[in-house]
């Protein structure tokens, strides 16, 4: 199954989405269709001989444009929002022109002015709205743009009629709508424009990240040379030069100097950190003081600002179950306003007052407001996501802000995500040699305990050959004749440790020691002591989910002395430790059992677990394989987030409730007195202005609900 992303222009609400979506369906081969009308984003599954042509083809004919990259679609969308702000002037003034001259009832303006201005607001200002629609009904898709074109136009075409048949419309009901048919057309063009700013706001971050990275850089040739070129043409193995107060326009590892680089962007650390050859460094950060040389080791497309860009971008297109609620509500609003339109007109032409039911039928029609419910939960959704971001959480998947609720157990694994992961040798007990056989082996595995062995060692590592050894998650690491790891490993192999030793290695574990035990030639020859400490605010993260009733466990493969040690600290009653990366998510599984379940971790062997979590939270520090499994991940590994995190999830919650409350209630209460439900008892009548004004205040109200979230504490 082959895939395809285009990024689409020209959409104005969900239903342009919605029919994209179906049209792109209809298509021979296309499988699936996902249309983001919030990232403005589609991606389509399709077989290996679909034409894809016709697929952009229909796309185009539909009224929409198709762009190749985020800087033509944001491009795009400014000159629709000045396109929008140039009409709703044109058309403010000519509502104001006509609306003066049909209360004024003033002679002074001949009919066919009035006219002509009219129809310069309803069809030039509105030509969009108009294309748009009459696209769509030839596609048999209905959008917001169908509701204004039938709405203006029935507007427009009253007051023709008004204006030629005047002695056949009862004294009441002779008015002229040419200003309301404008004002139409006005009030919608200040929703879109209003509407389209705010989105853009939503989305400042992913604008911000994406202007982080550097269109330049300077690249070192062979004759130590600088030559400026393309960033988006650095290649792997090029050496680039970035001097201070540039920005770094790739992922490298420095190859000479030094500097101090801002990392806020990127992770929200607050203060520049030294780096300094052989440290790693990442495109969009900021080189604050220093000359750096950078050997580029990902691909631009692979970069760790890249990657953050996809997983906002993809992160914001996810539907949420009360998303998809509201989706297909929204599928059939259309056609059901319209129903109710020609009902309201044959029950008031069935009293003899068909005059009342074409005004009724139009303020149906323009009252509605399907971009509400469309807008109600992906606006919330990409503020959730922005605000997540200042607080340096990477929400990769949203559909976990709404596992949140009723959370019962936070299950944290030990190493890396409760302590710090320093991970330091206290001592050891093997001899010179053996300490250096070690050193060698553990200097080619990057798990964080052969780091501190390394670390240690140093002076002894002298690797010559590129030494065959296995990592056996959960219990060490085994060579041809070197066995590293805990006492599990030296059972299996049949390693035996006699009671004097024992009894050291339990003192040094009863004294919160991790002890990692080592076998040569068969022969048990000595442990290494070391030592992790707790994070500072980790017994304070603990006490916060006891008080919101969530039961906190322990998770580790670490020994079961040690882990209880790491529990008794932080008032953690349910221990599990010594456990393998199987027994892992088999005990994930087990929990989820009793309630839903959140699993923090940073290690490769935590993997499956987070996959079996109803939300994985990874630490930025942790491995790429759990970064990959996780739904949500923290750049500061910075527990503090967790709590944020579950915070978040309930405002976001709670402001997507009330959008969706708003759009709904709005609806179900504005299209009844638009329908005149009210005329007969109290005389209250909407006319097609104010049914306009109401239509776009209530798209703009949702948004602006959605905003408050980027100003939120959590």
């Not at 030839?138 to 204004?148: G, I, P």
């Not at 790491?566 to 009653?573: F, H």
Request: glycine share 6%; net charge positive; proline share 2%.
């Amino acid at each position: 199954m082959n895939k395809i992303e285009l990024k689409i222009s020209g959409m104005s609400c969900v239903n342009c989405a919605n029919s994209i979506k179906k049209s792109a369906l209809k298509i021979q081969g296309i499988k699936s269709a996902n249309v983001d009308f919030n990232t403005h984003c589609a991606v389509f599954e399709y077989d290996q001989n679909t034409d894809i042509e016709a697929l952009k083809s229909k796309i185009i004919k539909l009224g929409f444009g198709i762009v190749n990259n985020q800087d033509e679609l944001e491009n795009a969308q400014n000159k629709e929002l000045k396109n929008y702000q140039n009409k709703f002037i044109i058309c403010s003034i000519i509502s104001a022109i006509l609306m003066w001259a049909e209360m004024s009832k003033s002679n002074h303006m001949p009919m066919l002015f009035m006219i002509a201005l009219a129809f310069v607001g309803v069809f030039y200002c509105g030509f969009g709205f108009y294309t748009h629609a009459l696209k769509s009904l030839k596609e048999r898709n209905y959008d917001m743009n169908v509701l204004v074109f039938l709405g203006t136009f029935s507007a427009f075409c009253y007051s023709i009629f008004a204006t030629i048949f005047y002695n056949h419309i009862p004294q009441n009901l002779n008015y002229l709508y040419f200003s309301g048919a404008t004002m139409i057309i006005t009030f919608v063009l200040l929703g879109r424009y209003l509407e389209g700013k705010a989105k853009a706001t939503a989305s400042s971050y992913l604008k911000s990240l994406i202007n982080l990275s550097p269109t330049k850089a300077f690249i070192i040739s062979s004759d130590g040379s600088a030559k400026e070129i393309l960033a988006s043409n650095l290649k792997i193995g090029d050496i680039v030069l970035v001097k201070t107060g540039s920005i770094i326009p790739c992922d490298g590892i420095i190859e000479n100097g030094g500097a101090e680089i801002d990392t806020s962007a990127i992770n929200g650390e607050s203060m520049p950190v030294y780096k300094s050859t052989g440290q790693m460094v990442y495109s969009g950060t900021l080189n604050c003081n220093g000359h750096i040389l950078i050997k580029v080791t990902k691909s631009q497309n692979n970069t760790l600002l890249s990657q953050i860009l996809d997983l906002i971008q993809n992160a914001a297109s996810k539907k949420l179950a009360i998303s998809r609620i509201a989706d297909k509500v929204a599928n059939i609003f259309i056609p059901l306003v319209v129903g109710i339109a020609v009902i309201t007109f044959c029950i008031w032409a069935g009293f003899g007052m068909k005059f009342n039911g074409i005004l009724s039928a139009i303020c149906v029609l323009i009252i509605s407001c399907p971009c509400a419910l469309g807008l109600a939960t992906p606006i919330a959704i990409v503020c959730a996501i922005s605000l997540a971001l200042k607080h340096s959480i990477l929400i990769k998947n949203p559909i976990a802000l709404e596992q949140f609720s009723d959370i019962k157990f936070a299950v944290f694994d030990k190493t890396g995500t409760i302590t710090t992961g320093d991970i330091s040798v206290i001592e050891t007990n093997l001899n010179k040699n053996d300490l250096a056989l070690v050193a060698n082996i553990s200097a080619l595995n990057s798990h964080p305990v052969s780091n501190a062995i390394a670390n240690y060692a140093k002076e002894l590592i002298n690797i010559k050959f590129q030494s065959k050894f296995e990592y056996i998650s959960g219990l060490g690491i085994k060579s041809d004749k070197v066995l590293i790891g805990n006492e599990r490993l030296l059972n299996l192999n049949s390693i035996h440790i006699n009671e004097s030793q024992k009894i050291i290695i339990e003192q040094k574990m009863e004294a919160g020691y991790g002890v990692v035990l080592v076998a040569i030639d068969g022969q048990f020859s000595g442990y290494i002591a070391i030592s992790d400490t707790i994070k500072s605010n980790a017994k304070e993260i603990i006490d916060n989910l006891k008080s919101q009733n969530i039961t906190p466990v322990i998770l580790s493969g670490d020994s079961c002395k040690i882990s209880n040690l790491v529990a008794k600290e932080l008032g953690i009653d349910m221990v599990y430790s010594e456990v393998l990366p199987q027994q892992k998510y088999e005990i994930i599984k087990n929990l989820k059992k009793s309630g839903k379940v959140i699993f923090i971790a940073d290690g490769i062997n935590d993997a499956a677990a987070l996959k079996a979590a109803d939300i994985s939270i990874a630490m930025n520090s942790g491995s790429d394989l759990a970064k990959n499994s996780a739904d949500i991940i923290l750049m500061q590994n910075n527990l503090i987030g967790v709590i944020k995190s579950i915070n978040l999830a309930k405002k976001s919650s709670t402001t997507i409730k009330q959008n969706l409350t708003w759009a709904f209630g709005y609806n179900a209460i504005c299209i009844p007195i638009a329908a005149g439900v009210l005329e007969p008892s109290f005389g209250i009548h909407i006319t097609p202005m104010w049914a306009a004004l109401a239509m776009s205040l209530s798209s703009i109200s949702v948004v602006l609900n959605s905003l408050k979230l980027k100003l939120a504490k959590i």
